[in-house]
């Protein structure tokens, strides 16, 4: 055991020795690395942000490249990106990273929806590859849970269509300013919605927010999350079984709103009618989905158009054969379209099974009861413009006096042959009509011309929709939505230059005089179509 010792000993003995003689004869340089470093300190960045979507938010963080700091005219060969990706990970969560600058300071627009993210710069040595990064956690809270809607070919895109959203105190309860979001669809998307627009349309399938706003195009419907707009259901997912052609004509509603499982969704698509019923719940969510196509006899080519809030009981749809000038009906839980029974022609105003005119526009507004309102519609037969007027509110299929109204027009009207867009009163025995420019008053019970309530500056902008603030008439017992009756919204499109705008004026809700002391007026990249009031409770 001794032995061993020593033998161990002197070997590291002698291995010492040997190293002690060994002449180094390498040639080494040895450099600095340079030095990367990001300070934030006397920046006023903050460790977190919490800011409202489509907000901007800016950053200036110091940067120093070995201890100097750089600057903007520096030649530095640094380089910057700034992303943002969302905080939390888990299931249903978006694990997007988005690059929103290139530059050493941020400002940059957060396009991303309502939750928790990290934004970061990285600061890469073009030199070396070597990285420095920076992060901060910004919180992002939607602002689109309500307000004014409008669809709109894009004026940088023919035959694609976006939506814009206007937020100020007529438009949606508690808001103290005024703003308008556009192009939220690509925005928030990625990418351009096709086609023409048609409608967009907030279905309140649910009271507690978990509804579907409906973007309807001439190549496709889609449904998009009501607060983040976010694409959630494509053409088919509206179907239980769809249909192979994507053609829509209309997308509407059925129905008064009621807590009734008697609610329709409404689209025409390839001249078929289809009917989604759906009951409106306090909790739940959208279940149900359009079924099969409706059928009938001999059945023309059909308006653009339904009856929005016919009687439910009485009524699955209405629409309007264009073909054989008739109004069709299916009834409730029916896939059948029918005639209406024969009309008294002594009683009724017109024959809705043959009124010999093509339907051109209408709108509901006025009727025997505020929640029972009528159907306006402007009709064309032969030289003449008529407006005709119809109750399938508080009517049974088997009345046989349902046309209630008809209103020569042609000779009280001027340029109605011109008319671009209707609005009905929903108060008072007037309808708005736009034609050029101009938009105006018709006094229907009156007699008396129609007069010229507003119009733009110049006969190059001309007025394309005119939509008065209403909803489904449930929701007007319950004072839900803000300033019911008592605004006027005009969009208009100068194809000159290219730009559209929303003009909103508060109005006399019985006789449709426009208060033209105060206003808001917006601009809109592009020619609207259709505008809407945004459902949400917090309004």
Not at 134 to 163: C, K, Q
Not at 326 to 347: G, M
Not at 453 to 480: D, H, M, P
């Amino acid at each position: 055991m001794y032995n061993s010792h020593i033998r161990i000993l002197t070997s590291c003995i002698f291995a010492l020795a040997l190293s002690s003689c060994y002449e180094d004869l390498g040639n080494y340089d040895y450099h600095e690395v340079d030095e990367i470093r990001i300070d934030t300190a006397g920046t006023g960045i903050l460790t977190n942000y919490a800011i409202t979507r489509f907000d901007s938010l800016t950053l200036k963080p110091n940067v120093y490249l070995n201890d100097q700091l750089v600057t903007d005219t520096d030649s530095a060969a640094l380089s910057y990106q700034w992303t943002i990706y969302s905080a939390v990970a888990g299931a249903g969560t978006s694990l997007q990273t988005d690059t929103i600058g290139h530059e050493r300071h941020l400002k940059a627009q957060i396009n991303r929806t309502g939750g928790s993210y990290y934004v970061q710069l990285t600061v890469t040595n073009r030199a070396n590859g070597l990285q420095q990064y920076f992060r901060t956690n910004v919180t992002v809270g939607e602002a689109l849970d309500g307000g004014w809607m409008a669809i709109y070919e894009r004026n940088d895109r023919p035959h694609s269509s976006d939506l814009a959203l206007i937020i100020n105190p007529w438009t949606k309860s508690y808001a103290t300013n005024s703003r308008v979001y556009v192009n939220l669809y690509q925005l928030t998307n990625g990418n351009y919605l096709p086609g023409n627009p048609i409608r967009c349309m907030d279905i309140a399938v649910s009271l507690a927010g978990h509804n579907i706003v409906g973007l309807c195009t001439d190549s496709t419907l889609v449904g998009v999350s009501d607060s983040g707009i976010e694409q959630v259901m494509g053409f088919s997912n509206f179907f239980n079984t769809a249909p192979a052609q994507q053609a829509p004509l209309w997308y509407s509603h059925h129905g008064n709103g009621g807590i009734s499982g008697q609610n329709s969704e409404i689209l025409i698509n390839d001249n078929r009618v289809y009917t989604n019923t759906y009951f409106m719940s306090t909790t739940g969510e959208r279940e149900s989905r359009f079924g099969i196509a409706k059928y009938g006899d001999n059945i023309g080519e059909l308006a653009a158009w339904n009856a929005e809030l016919a009687a439910p009981l009485n009524y699955g749809v209405v629409v309007y054969d264009q073909t054989n000038k008739r109004f069709l009906y299916s009834p409730f839980e029916s896939a059948q379209l029918e005639p209406f029974a024969a009309q008294d022609t002594d009683i009724a105003a017109f024959d809705v099974n043959n009124t010999g005119m093509t339907l051109l526009m209408g709108d509901w507004g006025t009727g025997s009861d505020r929640l029972l309102p009528y159907d306006y519609m402007l009709m064309t037969g032969g030289p003449k413009r008529w407006l005709a007027v119809a109750n399938f509110s508080s009517s049974a299929p088997d009345n046989t006096a349902i046309g209630v109204g008809l209103y020569d027009m042609s000779q009280l009207c001027p340029d109605v042959a011109e008319a671009t867009s209707i609005a009905a009163s929903n108060v008072g025995s007037y309808i708005y009509y736009a034609a050029g420019s101009t938009l105006y008053n018709f006094a229907y019970d009156s007699g008396l011309p129609a007069e010229v309530a507003w119009q733009t500056g110049s006969e190059a902008e001309v007025i394309t929709c005119i939509r008065l603030t209403k909803y489904y008439n449930t929701f007007y017992a319950t004072n839900i939505m803000p300033s019911a009756d008592n605004v006027v919204h005009i969009a208009t499109w100068n194809d000159a230059t290219r730009e559209g705008r929303i003009y909103q004026y508060r109005i006399n809700a019985a006789s449709g005089e426009l208060d033209t002391s105060t206003s808001y007026t917006y601009s809109i990249p592009g020619k609207v179509k259709d505008m809407a009031w945004k459902y949400t409770m917090s309004n």
